[in-house]
């Protein structure tokens, strides 16, 4: 279920850290924001120091750590792409050269008349259907009649349940602890100058540091 992959980073994200910045009359925001540029900044430190850094319960390993680990990324095609997050179902084409899926019915070649496909789809769009005979691509269902447009174990949309109310501005605290950090970077830094031993270190360099940016 493709879908769930995707929308499981937004969950986290709303429950983690957009909980943080919104609110209302009665339960107003624990960290208020000012603007979008804040807004942003706080998302920056929280993906560094928080979802980057925290061991992923499968990989066991941090997505800082396995994003490094794994090399430059290489970008799929959107057509592979698109076919990764599909679901497929087998069906047996009937006599008539024709297959039903979830109510609604498709022509499709008929040399298929009597052999089991696999019909891929996407399960937010019924009205296209591919068809694989023996792992091999064969055509496209053609829809014939379209009563259900969506599979009706598509997960809906729906916004997750609210996180309990602590009182503690998280987000404050991530803040430190991310400056802290990047502090310590720095200082590491300037220890390292390649300098000689009785050399000054804490001269200024004149070149000002940049934050780098987090990855979404």
Same mark, same amino acid.
């Given at each position: ?12 994200? $709303? ?10 009359? $009665? ?85 298929? !008349?009597?052999? *089991? ?19 091999? *691509?064969?055509?496209? !269902? ?21 996180? !309990? ?41 004149? $070149? ?9």
């Amino acid at each position: 279920m493709g879908r769930g992959k995707i929308e499981r980073v937004f969950e986290t994200i $709303q429950q983690q850290f957009l909980v943080e910045v919104t609110g209302d009359e $009665q339960h107003p925001a624990r960290h208020p924001v000012a603007g979008l540029e804040e807004l942003n900044d706080l998302l920056g430190r929280w993906v560094r120091t928080i979802y980057h850094s925290r061991v992923h319960s499968e990989t066991g390993e941090t997505p800082q750590a396995r994003y490094e680990a794994a090399g430059p990324p290489a970008r799929p095609e959107p057509a592979l792409l698109k076919e990764a997050f599909s679901w497929s179902v087998i069906r047996l084409v009937r006599k008539t050269a024709t297959i039903s899926i979830e109510g609604n019915t498709y022509s499709v070649d008929p040399f298929l !008349a009597g052999r *089991k496909v696999e019909c891929v789809f996407d399960p937010f769009n019924l009205a296209e259907v591919t068809v694989y005979w023996g792992g091999r *691509k064969v055509g496209r !269902a053609v829809p014939q009649v379209i009563g259900r447009h969506a599979h009706p174990k598509a997960p809906p949309d729906e916004d997750p349940a609210p996180a !309990a109310l602590t009182g503690i501005d998280y987000l404050q605290l991530i803040t430190g602890a991310d400056a802290a950090a990047r502090g310590d970077m720095l200082n590491l830094a300037a220890l390292d100058g390649g300098g000689d031993p009785g050399q000054d270190t804490g001269q200024d360099t004149g $070149q000002d540091d940049e934050d780098g940016e987090g990855r979404r």
